[in-house]
């Protein structure tokens, strides 16, 4: 641990520093030995790096080790920057400290990175089981696409077989005399196959059902009723999942990072986002969510608190008319998570953005939802998106090869909160040093004369009305226009008063 201005007794002429033998022909390094001083006692500053102990004495003890140690030092700073890239942090004692990488809540794509577990009502699935079945992945769709008709197919074809073979069609199957339910049964395969006509309306007219047979009309209604509604339901299922608007958000991007950059004299978090399809979603609605773990005043830990981020909501510029790429910016506030977050510690925050964008495709009407996020590592401060549209013959052309690209700009480093207590001390600056000039006492002379004039008696009013005079602060206002014609001009006491007056006014 350093020890600084500690003061430390005088060292013995026995102890001596470790010298270097060196060849003839090389000088040697001369070191001159600091004078103690007259009480016996030295006062040296000793620092954390190398042990470097630096005496606050005009002469400087000079140490061939320790500028050995330094050099040692920066080649293996320069060797360290070229294999390992940009410097990682660093703990007290030197040691790398390894910044753990966030979990992402959302990812880039949009996935919600959240898995449900332990759910015991399991039931409430079959409840909705239109919307389970589109929720499922295309295997499990297509399994129960497939076996949704081949079940009926095979529940009715054996239905057909038993009524056959309860009846004793196929029992005379050569007797030219009998009338069987259904013509031309001989085995559950011709069964099934009169199944599948039956169901799909297909109608070869082999196998066809005759009028002896009251049970198998019934029968024949009640699998064109139950057919056609397998039918409804499977082939609707299809086309909502074929059709879904998430797969809209495909072609909804946004940029790869958020800058953070000065915007009108205001810091202002932005990121950009663009529809690559010609046809565009109406009514397209921009959203935007801070997920960061925080503990409440109580000592509650609540680990994934969502604080909303105001991207234009008050001012209607949340609205967006996404023909082209824009950049979606959030006026960092007195209301903004990140009023108090400055650029040292935005790198050592944790935390991330979610954004949501909401809207009608135009083309089916239907309601998308397109989302993203950034994390902490992912914010970059001091930068800000390159333009990527441009005028041609006709139209405007949009060059989404530069719509990741940012590029740095003069940024404050400090936070929002310091950059408005700048500004405003700044403010308070000008004023007082406007007031300051008007409150120098002016030596009013007359024309003819050139003499001070001499105050009027206190008795009089300042400008023969009864009322002070006034001064506007932030203007410069001539004496000769404070006092009417042919009064006397006030006195310099009554002119600062009224100075005084109007600011604690």
């Avoid at 944790?350 to 949501?356: H, L, P, R």
Wanted: charged content about 25%; proline content about 6%.
């Amino acid at each position: 641990m350093a020890v600084e201005n500690s003061v430390l007794p005088p060292r013995p002429d026995s102890l001596s520093l470790p010298v270097d033998h060196k060849p003839e022909g090389e000088p040697e390094a001369v070191t001159e030995a600091p004078v103690p001083p007259a009480d016996g006692c030295g006062v040296f500053n000793v620092s954390e790096e190398l042990g470097h102990v630096v005496t606050t004495e005009a002469a400087k003890v000079k140490r061939s080790f320790q500028s050995k140690m330094a050099e040692r030092e920066a080649t293996a700073n320069q060797t360290r920057k070229k294999t390992q890239g940009p410097e990682k942090e660093r703990g007290r004692f030197g040691w790398v400290r390894t910044r753990r990488k966030r979990q992402r809540y959302v990812e880039k794509n949009g996935r919600c990175n959240v898995q449900h577990g332990n759910m015991r009502e399991t039931y409430r699935y079959l409840t909705d089981i239109f919307t389970t079945l589109v929720d499922l992945n295309w295997r499990c769709s297509l399994f129960v696409f497939v076996m949704a008709y081949a079940v009926t197919w095979l529940f009715f074809g054996a239905i057909w077989y038993l009524i056959a073979y309860c009846r004793g069609d196929l029992d005379h199957l050569e007797d030219e005399t009998w009338t069987p339910c259904v013509n031309n049964v001989n085995n559950f395969i011709s069964a099934f196959l009169f199944s599948i006509e039956t169901e799909t309306t297909i109608g070869y007219g082999h196998r066809v059902i005759t009028d002896q047979c009251p049970v198998g009309t019934m029968l024949l209604l009640l699998q064109a009723i139950l057919g056609s509604m397998v039918n409804a339901f499977m082939v609707g299922c299809m086309f909502v999942k074929i059709s879904q608007p998430n797969k809209r958000a495909e072609t909804l991007v946004f940029s790869k990072h958020a800058v953070i950059s000065l915007r009108d004299d205001k810091l202002c978090l932005m990121f950009r986002v663009g529809d690559l399809r010609s046809s565009h979603i109406v009514g397209a609605n921009m959203r935007a969510k801070l997920i960061k773990s925080k503990q409440t005043q109580e000592g509650e830990f609540i680990p994934l608190d969502q604080t909303d981020i105001s991207v234009g909501f008050e001012t209607g510029d949340d609205r967006l008319f996404l023909v082209s790429p824009l950049v979606i910016s959030h006026e960092i506030d007195a209301h903004s998570p990140f009023w108090d977050m400055s650029q040292a510690q935005l790198e050592k925050e944790d935390f991330e953005i979610v954004v949501i964008l909401e809207g009608m495709v135009e083309a089916t009407g239907m309601t998308c939802q397109a989302r993203s996020s950034y994390l902490a590592e992912e914010v970059q401060w001091g930068h800000r998106f390159s333009p990527m549209m441009s005028l041609a013959e006709g139209f405007f052309d949009i060059d989404y090869g530069a719509f990741h690209h940012t590029f740095e700009v003069d940024t404050p480093s400090c936070s929002a909160r310091e950059l408005s207590l700048a500004a405003a001390r700044l403010d308070a600056h000008l004023y007082w040093s406007i007031s300051s000039r008007l409150d120098e006492e002016p030596t009013l002379v007359q024309p003819d004369t050139k003499e001070p004039q001499a105050p009027p008696p206190e008795s009089a009013p300042a400008n023969g009305k009864g009322e002070a005079p006034t001064f506007i602060v932030g203007e410069m206002t001539d004496v000769g226009q404070m006092t009417d014609v042919g009064a006397p001009p006030p006195a310099l006491g009554e002119l600062n008063g009224s100075i005084q007056s109007a600011c604690e006014a």
